[in-house]
């Protein structure tokens, strides 16, 4: 019987699924399937190491994870195109061939020789052969752990490094030279030493330095694992974006190149990867990118016809360029996206910025005022809030809204005054391509869309043209639009919410104001009280815009001296909040003393006001502003704290204009 049929037959007892090679013995472990996802395969010098590596494998927690092949062979025998193990384990000189043999085909383990392996086959030495000079041949890694080991300690061991194509028996010779009574190392060195007639004591591998070894190639094989799992996702994003990826190593050859790239560069992948980055297109690659010091955004090239956006990053390590990145882009997208994001701004920038925390007064008018507005923000009806100029309307609405469920999405107000009817219908409503001379291209959402789900405010309701207030009635009853040369009807959700500083029920008795359109906007309303009948609230109002005019104009911390406050009270404010509001904000920028006296609320106010038991002709008002403002208008309405348009109508309104 041969060689390999006695070691099967000494070793049919304790090892499952056993196969016999030409080569030796092959362990299949993985519970016997050969197709297990994972293999270590063991090179063994010599059989006594079998049965301590089937047990350590047969003890590891992972061992139905992997599979286990043993082979018994002389390294000089193998060859690189038997080797099946996904990580290859050997001992000492083998381990050093493989590495040499294969040179990074497979990943190759060492069996570590520990201390104790080392200081156990020295004893067994000593015990067979006296107190002799003993010599330690092995690897560079095994006499490098040894003789961190050795340190202080005093024995007599000489150590020879060797390597894989070492002339072994020169190293040998020259330990039995040197003194050495007895040879100490792996299996090979041993049956050399003992064919040359000197004494030799193998190093025999522990199972718990087979277990570590296991245990490396398992972590190895889970690493790995891990990295084919994130390449996997990588290559997943760069494969399906809708830019052009190409990635170059530090030699400037291309390594990665995504569909989209090919797509733009007309080329396949196997014509790009493997190339100079010059070489797939001199554009992409003008100046090097591996001259750049920083990321280069914004190259504009024309290639195959297309404009594309190139952006060039280098990636450094250590200062020492590595790799690159080049993203091509086209155009057209770039365009899109920019508009999208113009559009998503616009969103953002409809938002309500107020809350009630901002509407000051503790007077019981506006504590009972504040109180019914919140009890407003509870439900979805529509609210008509009804109010001089200036007395806050547009505040109380978007206190509403951001109280309401409705306060993460769009707040947008329009002026029904500011606008001629046939912009402000486009502006309600959008408009199509062609819809009218001069209509965008494109066409234009109009507010309520841009409401949708959200609030619509309309401010100065009563100024809206009938025929628009027709139009406006059909969208609350059906809850939908169309938008201006368009047939196609889109739903919309809108919240509205409706002011105004008109009796709008004696416009309806006038026929101004359609009696239907105010009985759907006049569902919940809320009447905000002229800042003449809560004058009490004047002193915190002063105090809280002060203070935010100082902070926002840079300027010293204004107190107001406290005999004021009884003359502000006695005053008509016929710009209401708004008014003293304005005047605040006068007052912080005029007053450069810290202190706010008498003299500075004239100047605040430009001239002196009349007392409320001086009633004030709003027509001789109107008269002496303008004249002490040249007629200038703009200034007017600034002294006054109304806004233009309530300034005209109130020219229009006294024949004035």
């Not at 002389?74 to 080797?83: F, N, P, Q």
């Not at 204004?558 to 502000?568: A, N, T």
């Not at 002196?608 to 703009?634: F, T, Y």
Request: with cysteine; charged share 25%.
């Amino acid at each position: 019987m041969d060689g390999a049929s006695n070691l099967l037959s000494k070793l049919r007892g304790y090892v499952k699924g056993k196969k016999e090679t030409l080569e030796g013995i092959t362990f299949i472990g993985c519970d016997g399937n050969i197709k297990c996802m994972f293999t270590i395969e063991f090179i063994l010098p010599y059989t006594s190491l079998g049965p301590a590596v089937e047990q350590a494998f047969n003890e590891h927690p992972q061992r139905h994870n992997m599979s286990l092949r043993m082979s018994f062979i002389a390294h000089d025998r193998i060859k690189s195109s038997e080797l099946q193990g996904d990580v290859i384990i050997a001992r000492g000189l083998t381990a050093l061939y493989l590495n040499h043999l294969i040179k990074g085909a497979f990943t190759v383990l060492e069996i570590p020789m520990t201390g104790y392996d080392i200081f156990r086959a020295l004893q067994e030495g000593y015990d067979l052969y006296g107190d002799q000079d003993a010599a330690l041949i092995a690897t560079e890694s095994v006499i490098y752990g040894f003789e961190e080991q050795m340190r202080g300690v005093n024995a007599k061991v000489r150590t020879y490094e060797i390597v894989f194509d070492s002339d072994m028996r020169a190293v040998i010779q020259k330990a039995i030279d040197d003194g050495a009574g007895f040879i100490v190392g792996g299996n090979e060195i041993v049956t050399l030493a003992n064919d040359m007639g000197y004494k030799g004591i193998r190093i025999m591998a522990g199972r718990q330095s087979i277990r570590q070894v296991i245990d490396e190639a398992w972590k190895i094989h889970t690493t790995k694992l891990e990295e084919v799992a994130k390449y996997s996702k990588f290559n997943a994003v760069i494969e399906n974006i809708d830019e052009g990826i190409i990635a170059c190593d530090r030699d400037e050859v291309v390594t990665i190149c995504n569909r989209y790239a090919q797509t733009l560069l007309g080329t396949p992948s196997h014509e790009i990867i493997g190339s100079k980055l010059s070489e797939v297109d001199a554009s992409i690659n003008d100046p090097p990118i591996r001259t750049l010091t920083q990321e280069e955004p914004g190259i504009f090239v024309k290639i195959n016809g297309i404009s594309l956006a190139v952006n060039r990053i280098p990636i450094f390590v250590e200062d020492h360029f590595e790799s690159g990145i080049v993203v091509l882009q086209k155009l057209s997208n770039i365009q899109k996206l920019e508009n999208e994001i113009r559009v998503s701004v616009a969103h953002k920038g409809l938002v309500a910025r107020h809350t009630f925390d901002d509407i000051i007064g503790s007077s019981p008018v506006m504590t009972e005022i504040k109180q019914l507005a919140m009890n407003y923000s509870r439900v979805n009806a529509n609210v008509l809030i009804l109010g001089e100029t200036g007395t806050g309307k547009e505040l109380f609405a978007q206190s509403i809204h951001n109280a309401s469920e409705r306060r993460n999405k769009p707040f947008v107000a329009v002026n029904c005054a500011a606008l001629p009817e046939s912009i402000l219908e486009s502006e309600l409503f959008g408009y199509v391509e062609g819809a009218f001379t001069g209509a965008s291209k494109s066409g234009k959402a109009g507010l309520f869309e841009l409401a949708h789900g959200g609030t619509l405010f309309l401010d100065e309701i009563s100024e809206m043209s009938y025929s628009l207030q027709g139009r406006l009635l059909r969208v609350l009853a059906e809850r939908s639009i169309m938008r201006l040369g368009d047939d196609e009807v889109i739903p919309i959700d809108v919240r509205i919410i409706a002011a105004s500083n008109q009796d709008i029920e004696n416009l309806v008795t006038m026929k101004k104001f359609r009696e239907d359109l105010f009985y759907r906007l006049d569902v919940l309303r809320l009447v905000i009280p002229p800042l003449r009948d809560h004058v009490s609230d004047i002193p915190a109002m002063m105090d809280a815009f002060l203070s935010n005019f100082d902070k926002k104009n840079g300027t010293c911390k204004h107190m107001i001296e406290p005999d004021i406050f009884p003359y502000l009270e006695s005053l008509q404010w016929p710009g209401n909040v708004r008014q003293l509001r304005n005047l605040s904000e006068r007052l912080s920028a005029m007053v450069f003393d810290s202190v706010i006296t008498m003299k500075s609320i004239d100047i605040g106010f430009f001239r002196q006001q009349e007392r409320v038991n001086e009633p004030v002709d709003e027509r001789d008002m109107l008269i002496a502003v303008l004249s002490e403002c040249g007629g200038n208008k703009s200034q007017a309405s600034l002294r006054l704290g109304v806004d233009r348009s309530t300034l005209y109508r109130k020219l229009r309104k006294y024949g004035l204009l």
